[in-house]
């Protein structure tokens, strides 16, 4: 897989803000098909990378690279418009608006001519229901209803179609896991299966380990700015790589230090992976 | 998409203000003992609501879209004060006075709008500038240039007849423009896709940004839109009065938004209708003009106003709710 020319590819990119540098040496590849997890912990760089990519802010240095050539994103529209888009972590949609209505903000579909030309809701509602339930949420059947009346499982669903729906080839998911519970987002996990299995690359970023196990096929793993370890899946373990995050070996003694208290064993437990229930 | 039905009514956005239309005629009616045949022959309270209506409609999307004008307040004054300086006190072609008048509210729109895309001060605090501001020229520049607070126009035909004359007895002409513009802007907020753009601002403006939608261009056109408006209402007024004095409209601030608040729009963006601010608007009028027609002793106007607002956010916020967790029925 990792012979073919990479979909994405950052080349040793540093991004400062003034004085602060955010980001130090970066290098990664994305490949069409495949799933990248993006871990660390709060402030290790995950959200200015993600920005990066997607067109919000410029590198200091170091190239971005698609099919091979390099680009250069002034903008998010430029992004968008070369096939990377994000979804944020409450799926960036609009809770007051019906499905078809914001399945197509920005792109909306009309019918007639000069000034009476109107926004098609009826063939909005049937392409947005109808790319929704190919990602197989078939509880989704009005594009009327509002999108804040859907679980936020479905939500993030309803992003990503969308995304996909306009020829997204990278996709950037922050956080899409983080405000669900188990079943949502194993919804969502699914849905992110469904992505790869269509070609796309997608970025899954998180703080959490247990879902990107689950389909990630490349971890990488951010440490204040910097890329402490890229590997495949399998290669590790998720002990080892919830290390990883916390900074190496804060999480052992940390482990340590509680455990020597005795009684809270069981808030321990919690520390090391709250996610597990 | 299944025709018309209560349950889809329901969750429209202006249902709460037709609710409340209806509750405060039956309230006038049965504690007011109000005569329906004088009050619905009345022409003043329809007047009122054409006046208010036309600056509730624009104030309205800008509300809509996240936004709020108040500088409208000082606009309505200045509208006429532009139209009756040029035209009444320097005896230029009424054209000329009309196109300084709705000029100077693209102008002020354009800073209001400017100053709203370039600065993160909220649109309420920057509006509250302007307002003040315009408050200031239009007395100080009307004192400077002629002498007076209140300058006399007179108006040649053709104008009196497009913009203000009465017919049918008491019915200004405004009414017509009131129910116009009320189709117009249905129209593009309900049926175009400029309207999709102002609820997905007024949702989230960041996401909207990134979906391409040109929310500062947006965001301006909506702004002067609201100042032309209020400007266009002053300039109407100054010609069916034939005067013009530089104080007055500042009633017209809370009054417009309590009209477009019980109109059903949310008043931190994304959610509303213009026939719900159509309605808010007549519902106020009834509610301010039509209490002369009845019993109650219209010093109590402002408390039933009140009441009505509250009582209207709150359906308001209930009919919200019960569109949210609208759930269709599986279909057989």
Same mark, same amino acid.
């Given at each position: ?103 197509? #903000? ?57 995304? #996909? ?16 519970? #188990? ?18 690359? #997608?970025? !899954? ?73 | ?46 007047? !009122? ?221 994304? !959610? ?61």
């Amino acid at each position: 897989m990792s012979q073919e020319t990479p979909i994405l590819e950052l080349q040793h990119v540093d991004k400062n803000f003034g004085p602060i540098e955010v980001l130090n040496d970066i290098c990664l590849k994305m490949h069409a098909g495949e799933v990248l997890c993006l871990l660390g912990d709060n402030g290790a760089g995950k959200s200015t990378l993600i920005k990066l990519l997607a067109g919000v802010y410029v590198p200091t240095r170091g190239k971005v690279l698609m099919d091979g050539k390099q680009v250069h994103f002034e903008r998010p529209r430029d992004a968008q418009e070369a096939g990377i888009s994000t979804v944020h972590q409450f799926g960036g949609t609009f809770p007051l608006m019906s499905i078809g209505r914001s399945f197509f #903000v920005g792109v909306e579909p009309t019918k007639g001519w000069g000034i009476f030309k109107r926004f098609d809701r009826r063939t909005a509602n049937v392409i947005a229901v109808k790319a929704v339930q190919d990602f197989g949420i078939t509880r989704i059947d009005d594009g009327d209803r509002l999108v804040g009346g859907l679980s936020g499982g479905e939500r993030q669903s309803l992003a990503i179609a969308r995304a #996909v729906h306009f020829g997204a080839r990278v996709l950037i998911l922050d956080e899409p896991t983080a405000a669900l519970g #188990v079943k949502q987002a194993s919804h969502v996990l699914r849905i992110v299966n469904e992505a790869r299995k269509r070609g796309l690359a #997608v970025i !899954f970023i998180t703080h959490q380990v247990m879902h990107p196990l689950a389909v990630g096929d490349r971890f990488a793993v951010l440490i204040r700015g910097r890329l402490a370890a890229d590997f495949l899946k399998g290669e590790k373990s998720r002990e080892e790589i919830t290390d990883l995050m916390a900074g190496g070996e804060d999480m052992a003694e940390l482990e340590a230090e509680i455990s020597g208290n005795g009684e809270n064993l069981h808030s321990s437990a919690h520390v090391r992976a709250p996610q597990t229930e | 998409m299944n025709g018309f039905s209560f349950g889809h009514f329901i969750r429209r956005p202006e249902f709460g203000s037709l609710l409340s239309l209806v509750a405060v005629i039956a309230f006038y009616v049965i504690f007011g003992h109000v005569n329906l045949e004088r009050l619905f022959g009345a022409a003043s309270w329809v007047n !009122f609501a054409a006046n208010l209506g036309i600056v509730a409609l624009p104030v309205g999307l800008l509300m809509i879209a996240g936004e709020l004008d108040i500088s409208i307040g000082a606009m309505i004054p200045a509208g006429s004060m532009s139209i009756a300086i040029l035209s009444g006190y320097y005896d230029l072609p009424i054209a000329v006075g009309i196109i300084g008048a709705l000029g100077f509210g693209v102008l002020v729109g354009l800073v209001n709008g400017f100053l709203a895309v370039r600065t993160t001060v909220p649109s309420l605090i920057i509006t509250l500038g302007t307002l003040v501001a315009v408050q200031g020229i239009v007395l100080a520049g009307s004192v400077l240039l002629t002498g007076a607070a209140s300058v006399p126009l007179d108006a040649p035909v053709w104008a009196k007849t497009i913009f203000g004359q009465l017919f049918h007895g008491n019915y200004q002409v405004i009414i017509i423009w009131w129910i116009g513009l009320t189709a117009v802007f249905a129209f593009v907020l309900h049926a175009t896709h400029y309207g999709n753009w102002i609820f997905a601002m007024g949702g989230d403006e960041e996401s909207a940004r990134n979906a391409g939608i040109p929310t500062n261009r947006l965001k301006i056109t909506l702004f002067v839109l609201s100042s032309t408006s209020a400007s266009f209402v002053g300039m109407c007024g100054a010609i069916l009065f034939n005067s013009a004095q530089v104080s007055g409209g500042m009633n017209y601030i809370f009054n417009t938004i309590v009209s477009i608040v019980v109109g059903g729009v949310l008043l931190t963006g994304g !959610f509303g209708s213009i026939i719900g601010i159509f309605f808010g608007a007549l519902t106020f009028a009834i509610v301010n003009q039509g209490i002369y027609f009845t019993d109650i002793d219209r010093n109590w106007s402002n408390l039933i106003i009140g009441v009505m607002l509250l009582s209207a956010v709150l359906l308001n916020n209930t009919f919200r709710l019960i569109a949210l967790s609208f759930v269709p029925k599986k279909r057989k």
